[in-house]
């Protein structure tokens, strides 16, 4: 079992900067893909960013070149650093492991853990 602990969340003002945290226990970190997902009242949950075991990355169009994942293995940490944040980005955000990681995944049924999330309130 792996347990997926996300934390940074809170509100900020469009055009702020938040960085999510995504601490990861109870088995080998370095060897899972991670991904960030997001999921607003009544809509989907979407992919926001993921990144392989060896660090390959990939990012929703909506959040690219404003967005960073990235991961500290020795730390079992996955992050989530986002700039200029807007409105409509609001949303519970969530940390999800998949634990064949050689590549990175954004579908949600691709992945085989998640933490509770955080949420992330931007105000206009």
């Known amino acids: 079992q792996v347990q997926l602990v996300e934390s940074g969340g809170g509100l900020v003002q469009a055009g702020g900067s938040l960085r999510l945290s995504c601490a990861a226990s109870?088995?080998?970190?370095?060897?899972?893909?991670m991904g960030w997902f997001r999921q607003a009242p009544g809509k989907e949950r979407e992919i926001v960013a993921a990144?392989?075991?060896?660090?390959?990355?990939y990012y929703n169009n909506s959040v690219k070149g404003r967005f960073t994942i990235s991961r500290d293995n020795a730390k079992n940490t996955v992050y989530l650093q986002m700039n200029n944040l807007k409105p409509e980005e609001t949303a519970v955000y969530l940390c999800a492991a998949r634990n064949s990681g050689s590549y990175y995944y954004t579908r949600p049924e691709d992945y085989n853990y998640w933490g509770q999330g955080t949420q992330v309130t931007v105000s206009s």
């Open positions: 109870g088995r080998t970190f370095s060897g899972f893909a």
């Open positions: 990144i392989s075991w060896s660090g390959r990355t």
